[in-house]
Nanobody, 117 residues
Framework: QVQLVESGGGLVQAGGSMRLFCAASGIISSINYMAWYRQAPGKQREVVAGIFSAGSTNYADSVKGRFTISRDNAKNTMYLQMYSLKPEAPAVYYC???????????WGQGTQVTVSS
């Protein structure tokens, strides 16, 4: 089992920056891939960025050049550094972890991000 807890969300002005945290606990050694997703009201959950245990990353086109995903395996924490935030509908950002053993996905409870214009 893996437990994920997100934090760091809140209200920020357009053009500002924010850092999200995802703290993992449980059988951390089984995690191969972690990712950030976001979901706005009435919309489907979409992937924002992902990172493999070896360090390779991928990003949604909409955030490339503005967001940076990283992880500190020693601290069992994943981060999402967001710059140049755009005024959009509030979204809940979720942390996801995928087990390399079972391929099961684990989700956190989410943290809301609101960017004001």
């Amino acid at each position: 089992q893996v437990q994920l807890v997100e934090s760091g969300g809140g209200l920020v002005q357009a053009g500002g920056s924010m850092r999200l945290f995802c703290a993992a606990s449980g059988i951390i050694s089984s995690i191969n891939y972690m990712a950030w997703y976001r979901q706005a009201p009435g919309k489907q959950r979409e992937v924002v960025a992902g990172i493999f245990s070896a360090g390779s990353t991928n990003y949604a086109d909409s955030v490339k050049g503005r967001f940076t995903i990283s992880r500190d395996n020693a601290k069992n924490t994943m981060y999402l550094q967001m710059y140049s935030l755009k005024p959009e509908a509030p979204a809940v950002y979720y942390c996801k972890a995928v087990s390399k053993v079972t391929t099961r996905s684990y989700w956190g409870q989410g943290t809301q991000v609101t960017v004001s214009s």
